[in-house]
T-cell receptor, first 115, second 111 residues
Framework: DTGVSQDPRHKITKRGQNVTFRCDPISEHNRLYWYRQTLGQGPEFLTYFQNEAQLEKSRLLSDRFSAERPKGSFSTLEIQRTEQGDSAMYLC?????????????FGPGTRLTVT | RKEVEQDPGPFNVPEGATVAFNCTYSNSASQSFFWYRQDCRKEPKLLMSVYSSGNEDGRFTAQLNRASQYISLLIRDSKLSDSATYLCVVSREAAGNKLTFGGGTRVLVKP
């Protein structure tokens, strides 16, 4: 499968614990985006990378969140000291280009439940 | 006010019928427009990009009205498998092409 992959698919953690998610984009896609989706809502933008550079972080991304994309390949999203409000689906998407109309393709998501 | 607004539905559609729904967007600088389809507890999947001249892909037709800032999707000859949430999405290059989603329109096709 040459699509976007994410790991793990599901994560249950206790409040206060740290979690890390991984996203592997489509090969050669230089843009990588993270979104978060809660029940009944559309996905909301969190952050994105152009190769290894993180170019923007949403105000939704508190200090407890950090994302990296070393070497411009896979990306990780870490949440420290998780809170119940962090429970959501975390989606990763990648895109080949940077111009108008370049389409983004999503991975299957990581569903996080904080108890 | 949300940047992309959609009627949440559900639109209950008899199998074989035609259904159409719109979304409106508030940022006139939006450049790219898409419809994504999302099944329950799955990731969004790109259904189609929407071009200024309108475009068709099989039973699906999308229209863009920049003057009124709305996008429409029409589904002809609805199939049971068309039951899903349809997400209206906009983006612009100056904002890094990050996608801004509407809340989705739920469509239920019934036999």
């Amino acid at each position: 499968d040459t699509g976007v992959s994410q790991d793990p698919r599901h994560k249950i953690t206790k409040r206060g614990q740290n979690v890390t998610f991984r996203c592997d984009p489509i090969s050669e896609h230089n843009r990588l985006y993270w979104y978060r989706q809660t029940l009944g809502q559309g996905p909301e933008f969190l952050t994105y990378f152009q190769n290894e550079a993180q170019l923007e972080k949403s105000r939704l991304l508190s200090d407890r969140f950090s994302a990296e994309r070393p070497k411009g390949s896979f990306s990780t999203l870490e949440i420290q000291r998780t809170e119940q409000g962090d429970s959501a689906m975390y989606l990763c998407a990648s895109s080949l280009g940077t111009g108008v109309n370049y389409e983004q393709y999503f991975g299957p998501g990581t569903r996080l439940t904080v108890t | 006010r949300k940047e992309v607004e959609q009627d949440p539905g559900p639109f209950n559609v008899p199998e074989g019928a035609t259904v159409a729904f719109n979304c409106t967007y508030s940022n006139s600088a939006s450049q790219s427009f898409f419809w994504y389809r999302q099944d329950c507890r799955k990731e969004p999947k790109l259904l189609m990009s929407v071009y200024s001249s309108g475009n068709e892909d099989g039973r699906f037709t999308a229209q863009l009205n920049r003057a009124s800032q709305y996008i429409s999707l029409l589904i002809r000859d609805s199939k049971l498998s068309d039951s899903a949430t349809y997400l209206c999405v906009v983006s612009r290059e100056a904002a890094g092409n990050k996608l801004t989603f509407g809340g989705g329109t739920r469509v239920l096709v019934k036999p």
